[in-house]
């Protein structure tokens, strides 16, 4: 199998295709053979769309021949979560309560991706319900790590961090709720970016917390997520929440100037870390502070009750949303899931409104911090990714002391809505990958993803090459 060079950006790999120098459907097929010679042992995939995506490669080819191509992500193979409707297909989401739905229109996100030119090449293995951060899935088998597949890929969009760290697409969508696009990217070695909540529309998406879900991409590179993010954003009449900090087109991610660099520190952030992590931490603010950044270090006071608030507002929200199918079909869904049901059910109304109070006074804090500092530095993860079989809920009680500190430093940026980006910026002894991650103020991802940029071109990260 041949490998395309690593510093090839989607936006470069789309012009090569239009230009007849590069071929979708040879692209196509060696990433339907890299998903091959993978899934044994990572198990990104719920459902590979072979036929379907090298037929539309093949009309790509045609169209670009004929210099007609559709949009910037022209003849490109994209995975998208299973929690993302297409028209015809099943939508799981990672659950056997849902394996005979079909879908009936197609989501939004997925949508403008087939209208700028991407090919959907398959649909990506998650937690149940995107109601859990390991990807440990007890219906469609536990995602594996490419950096060592007896590891976690994280969650909920395992399956998607899994697929673009192995070169299996050349991107691919996740979704945001407690961390679950930044947690996989992070521990896998991509980039992940949860954009501003409501900049992209959720129509179409199977929720799990209204007040928290957002859409985002799983790329290799900081470019090739504004890239997304620029053909995914803007608002929807489907989703009322779509749209409020408009469109997005700022994908020439020049310097950024002088910038200014709060790294977030207290208890939340300081206690617990692994030794490696932290080290790569260091690294990345040294190195943000290299590239023309001040870096001070900043709190946020209220932050631990902020933890508890989405915890409760997310719980609340999710044991709502299966109210129709839990408890009557209980045996139906995974151990873990269920007994988070059973939390979440437990929430009286004034605990949730109280939660929503609290968020009030954490996005009042966070807000005049960036007042003061252009984005917010802190580690993606506070550790490596554990075993799966310490956190399979089939073999033991791991599970439960594991999903803390796998989000504890991602759920502050879903609270408060802003936009969050992990950048790989390391691997640990093992050879794990490490994420650092970057959030800015809402609306202001333009900032974000060209601080990123810094980071990421300073740490000097070499992602997956994509086969042909």
């Known amino acids: 199998m041949v490998l395309a060079p690593v510093s090839e ?13 590069r071929s979708p459907v040879a692209l196509v097929e060696g990433c339907l053979a890299r998903i091959r010679e993978t ?34 992500l022209h003849g490109i193979p994209i995975a998208v979560k299973d929690l993302f409707d297409q028209a015809g297909l099943p939508t799981t989401a990672g659950a056997a309560i849902r394996r005979d739905h079909r879908a009936t229109e197609t989501a939004t996100a997925v949508r403008r991706l087939q209208e700028a030119g991407a090919i959907i090449i398959g649909k990506t293995n998650l937690h149940e319900f995107a109601f859990g951060v390991t990807s440990v899935n007890p219906h469609f088998g536990a995602v594996g790590n490419p950096a060592n597949p ?77 890239l997304l993010l620029a053909v995914l954003a803007g608002s929807d009449p489907e989703d009322p929440a779509a749209g409020r900090h408009g469109g997005f087109g700022e994908t020439d991610l020049g310097p950024p100037g002088a910038y200014r660099v709060g790294r977030l520190r207290g208890p939340l952030f300081d206690d617990g870390p692994d030794d490696e992590v ?116 089939a073999r033991g009680e791991g599970w439960r002391s594991t999903r803390a500190p796998l989000s504890r430093l991602t759920r502050l940026f879903n609270l408060t809505g802003l936009p969050a980006v992990s950048v790989p910026v390391g691997r640990t002894r093992a050879g794990l990958p ?15 993803l060209r601080i990123a940029a810094v980071l990421e071109a300073a740490v000097g990260w070499e992602p997956v090459a994509l086969p042909v």
Not at 9 to 20: E, S, Y
Not at 158 to 163: K, M, N, T, V
Not at 185 to 197: H, N, Q, R, Y
Not at 341 to 364: F, M, N, S, W
């Open 9 to 21: 950006t989607l936006a470069d790999l789309a012009a090569v295709i239009r230009a007849g120098r």
């Open 39 to 72: 899934e044994p042992r990572l198990r990104a995939f719920i459902r590979v769309e072979g036929e379907a995506a090298l037929a539309e490669a093949a009309a790509c080819e045609r169209e670009a021949r004929e210099g007609r191509p559709r949009g910037p």
């Open 150 to 226: 007896d590891h976690v890929a994280g969650g909920s969009s395992g399956g998607s961090g899994a697929a673009v760290a192995a070169g299996c697409c050349a991107a691919a969508l996740g979704t945001d709720t407690g961390g679950s696009i930044r947690i996989p990217a992070a521990l896998c070695g991509i980039v992940g970016l949860k954009p501003t909540f409501g900049r992209i529309s959720r129509h179409g998406v199977v929720p799990l917390s209204w007040s928290f879900d957002t859409i985002g991409p799983m790329t290799r590179t900081v470019a090739d997520a504004a």
């Open 278 to 393: 932290g080290a790569a931490l260091e690294r990345a603010a040294a190195l943000l502070a290299g590239g023309g950044g001040r870096v001070k270090e900043v709190r946020v006071e209220a932050v631990e009750a902020g933890q508890a608030a989405q915890t409760t507002i997310l719980f609340a929200e999710a044991a709502a949303y299966h109210q129709r199918a839990y408890p009557g079909r209980l045996a139906e869904y995974g151990s873990d899931v269920r007994e988070l049901l059973a939390a979440g059910a437990t929430i009286p109304a004034t605990a949730y409104v109280e939660a929503q109070r609290v968020q009030a006074v954490v996005i009042g804090q966070v807000r005049a911090l960036l007042a003061e500092v252009d984005v917010l530095l802190c580690p993606s993860v506070p550790v490596p990714a554990p075993r799966i079989a310490d956190v399979d809920p």
């Open 434 to 448: 490490v994420g650092a991650q970057l959030a800015a103020a809402p609306g202001r991802e333009d900032r974000l």
